[in-house]
């Protein structure tokens, strides 16, 4: 029973190496291999790791390779010639930033790296892209983080957001608060940030309100500018206003989930909360019923009430409490 197993999984391997060599491109083309300068003979190398099965899982193994001659993605025998550089990490689960530091190497001389992935039935990857590294140093810094967001968690935690970068050699996140709208602003974390999202909850008792910022590093140790701030407003709880916050992500595209924020005041109550176009139609009503003081958060699908993904443009959320109307402005883009 364990060879027929093997032998069927074997005859199932070319159709599944095919999604393998598919995720492998794909990842490659929107975080592929980097280099940069680590050290006097050393240069850090950057990649993101695809899975064993499409984009799915983790991958057996690694081949990094470096030659003082160009190394050409359709050309084997140039890949072969090439080094094969020791001490690459095991592959990580799909979608992981990696990295390894490739030492020993001659300043002035130009090298060119690329790497292959291997999955547990032997199946190679293709070559990936190519990598020319002349020792010119990157001094350029990333973008600043956009689409910053802050949602209350409790009265001493803050849930901050923000819309990933796409440079390929970025490296992470730092997040700064203030508790004043013109700061100072203080980092928070001490390791780089390397998801999209950080939970503050480091607030003292009591705070008023506090504003975020966040920058983008590369391998090179360049920071972006700060983002826009985003700020929350904890006396907002202790009054009789209700506060609609801003939904993230914002702009958002077909098939992604917005979230929005909505402050309950101390004294509760019943809500409803109503998209509309920007014609003034509506587009989804949701009755939130009887809710007590704290911060929510109602999600939206991008669907009408018939179930059907809205067109791009702009849409209006209103939070509707008694007499009162609120409203927040979501971007749909395709």
């Known amino acids: 029973m364990r060879r027929d197993v093997r032998e069927t999984r074997s005859r199932r391997r070319p159709h599944g190496w095919g999604s393998l060599l598919l995720a492998v491109t794909l990842l490659l083309v929107l975080a592929p291999l980097a280099a940069h300068a680590q050290g006097a003979d050393t240069v850090t190398v950057s990649w993101t790791a695809p899975g064993d099965d499409g984009n799915v899982g983790t991958a057996t193994a690694y081949e990094l390779r470096l030659s003082t001659s160009a190394i050409l993605t359709n050309d084997a025998a140039s890949w072969n010639a090439a080094t ?32 292959k992935t291997v999955d547990d039935a032997g199946n190679w990857s293709p ?33 901050v957001t923000w819309a990933a970068n796409s440079e390929p050699d970025l490296n992470g996140y730092d997040v700064y608060r203030a508790t004043a709208a013109g700061g100072p602003y203080v980092k928070l974390n001490g390791a780089l940030v390397s998801a999209t999202d950080y ?25 972006s500018a700060r983002s826009a701030s ?38 509760g109550g019943s809500a409803t909360l109503e998209i509309v176009n920007d014609a003034g139609q509506r587009i989804t009503r949701r009755d939130l019923g009887t809710l007590v003081s704290g911060t929510i958060e109602v999600t939206w699908d991008g669907r009408n009430d ?29």
């Open 84 to 115: 094969v550089v020791q001490g690459v990490p095991a592959p990580l689960v799909a979608g992981t930033r990696q990295r390894t530091v490739v030492r020993g190497l001659t300043r002035g001389t130009t090298y060119w790296l690329a790497i």
């Open 127 to 159: 070559i990936s892209n190519i990598v020319r590294w002349d020792w010119v140093y990157d001094t350029a810094p990333p973008g600043a983080p956009s689409g910053v967001s802050a949602s209350k968690q409790s009265d001493t935690s803050v849930h």
């Open 199 to 223: 939970l503050d909850n480091t607030i003292a008792s009591g705070t008023a309100q506090v504003w975020y910022q966040v920058t983008a590093l590369d391998n090179s140790g360049n920071e």
């Open 230 to 267: 985003a700020t929350v407003n904890f006396a907002a709880l202790a009054g009789a206003a209700w506060v609609l916050q801003t939904g993230y992500p914002n702009p958002s595209s077909a098939g992604t989930t917005v979230r929005i924020p909505i402050v309950v005041p101390g004294t």
């Open 306 to 334: 018939s179930g059907r993904q809205v067109a791009p443009g702009v849409y209006t959320a209103w939070l509707i409490t008694g007499s009162t109307r609120t409203s927040v402005r979501l971007v749909r883009v395709p």
